[in-house]
């Protein structure tokens, strides 16, 4: 099963720009989903961005025109471009991908987390 790791969290101001990076390893045979959701202390898990193995995207409403989401199939890795950020930006952000694995199960599996912190 496949372990993701993040990278590229931290702390910017307001208007500044951050890009988030995670990496699958394991035993994968094929990603079809990658994607980004975030969550704060005590609230639900919501969606950022995700991007199929084809490159079709989907955004939450709040990030659309200022966050992209891309990935490198041949690397398993994928990345989330953030710009213009706002503080209500500030969370937890969480990489997410489900695929097959070499031993023809499904896999469904989750980073640890990476804090992005916006200032005003």
């Known amino acids: 099963q496949a372990q993701l790791v993040e990278s590229g969290g931290g702390w910017t101001q307001g208007g500044g720009s951050l890009r988030l990076s995670c990496a699958a390893s394991?035993?994968?045979?094929?990603?079809?989903?990658m994607g980004w959701y975030r969550q704060a202390p005590g609230k639900q898990r919501d969606l950022v961005a995700t991007i199929t193995s084809g490159g079709s995207t989907n955004y939450a409403d709040s990030v659309k025109g200022r966050f992209t989401i891309s990935r490198d199939n041949a690397k398993n890795t994928v990345y989330l471009q953030m710009d213009s950020l706002k503080p209500e930006d500030t969370d937890v952000y969480y990489c997410h991908a489900e695929g097959t694995g070499w031993d023809f199960n499904g896999f469904d599996s989750w980073g640890p987390g990476t804090q992005v912190t916006v200032s005003s």
């Open positions: 394991g035993s994968i045979f094929t990603i079809n989903t």
